[in-house]
């Protein structure tokens, strides 16, 4: 069973950092994309960062330059290192995996591509 923790999330004032991390169990897949994705009040689910098995990383327009995603293959861990945070940043942060099918580079932001997704984590930005 494919499970997806996350952790690091808060609150931090505008131009802080923070650093979300995701931990995954039973995911055995070699050929997978991961990623980062965030919801806030009010709006659609939306793509944020993803990395794929073939190293690939596609960033959002609105993070580029200020977050990095990163995994460290022999934790099982994902993460997400935000700097510069703005307000707008604020939502609720979501990990999630696909099952392993090819995933073509522009849909790798779209949500419906991911199948196993994490608990959730409050990111808070105040300004």
């Known amino acids: 069973q494919v499970q997806l923790v996350e952790s690091g999330g808060g609150s931090v004032q505008a131009g802080g950092s923070l650093r979300l991390s995701c931990a995954t169990s039973?995911?055995?897949?070699?050929?997978?994309?991961m990623g980062w994705f965030r919801q806030a009040p009010g709006k659609e689910r939306e793509g944020v960062a993803t990395?794929?098995?073939?190293?690939?990383?596609i960033y959002a327009d609105s993070v580029k330059g200020r977050f990095t995603i990163s995994q460290d293959n022999a934790k099982n861990t994902l993460y997400l290192q935000m700097n510069s945070l703005k307000p707008e940043d604020t939502a609720m942060y979501y990990c999630?995996?696909?099952?392993?099918?090819?995933?073509?580079?522009?849909?790798?932001?779209?949500?419906?591509?991911?199948?196993?997704w994490g608990q959730g984590n409050q990111v808070t930005v105040s300004s």
């Open positions: 039973g995911y055995t897949y070699s050929n997978y994309c």
């Open positions: 999630a995996a696909t099952t392993g099918r090819w995933v073509t580079w522009v849909r790798r932001l779209v949500p419906p591509e991911y199948n196993y």
């Open positions: 990395i794929g098995s073939d190293g690939i990383t």
